[in-house]
């Protein structure tokens, strides 16, 4: 699955811009920070759902801005839009979460500086 057959690429837009605006409202916000919300918010996605029950979400401030962007989404689109399913959404945050570490080779905010130009 590439950006340029996925069947939710608007999931991924809609992530890409909670990022967005997470970088931008915390400058010192790095891509390995954003990683690891990223991760957690797969995890809050699944509590929301009622899975993950021993799974545990972090409290670290410069995550709860993405956390809670993704779960947003996640409620807003998951069973009712496109048929996307928890599983889907998940592999759409993973695949973000992959651009992500792409492109933190260029830099502490790499994927900042990449979707700051698209998004």
């Known amino acids: 699955m590439s950006f340029n057959d996925d069947d939710h690429i608007d999931v991924c837009q809609n992530i890409e811009v909670v990022l967005k605006a997470q970088y931008e409202q915390n400058q010192k916000l790095t891509d390995t920070q954003c990683i690891f919300a990223l991760e957690n918010a797969k995890v809050a996605m699944k509590k929301e759902f009622g899975y993950a029950k021993n799974e545990r979400v972090t ?5 709860q801005g993405i956390i809670q962007g993704c779960v947003d989404i996640g409620k807003e689109r998951i069973d009712k839009i496109n048929n996307l399913t928890l599983k889907e959404y ?22 900042y500086e990449f979707i700051k130009k698209y998004v």
């Open 59 to 63: 409290n670290m401030e410069a995550a």
């Open 90 to 111: 998940g592999k759409r945050i993973d695949k973000i979460r992959k651009s992500v570490i792409r492109h933190s080779k260029y830099g502490a905010r790499g994927y």
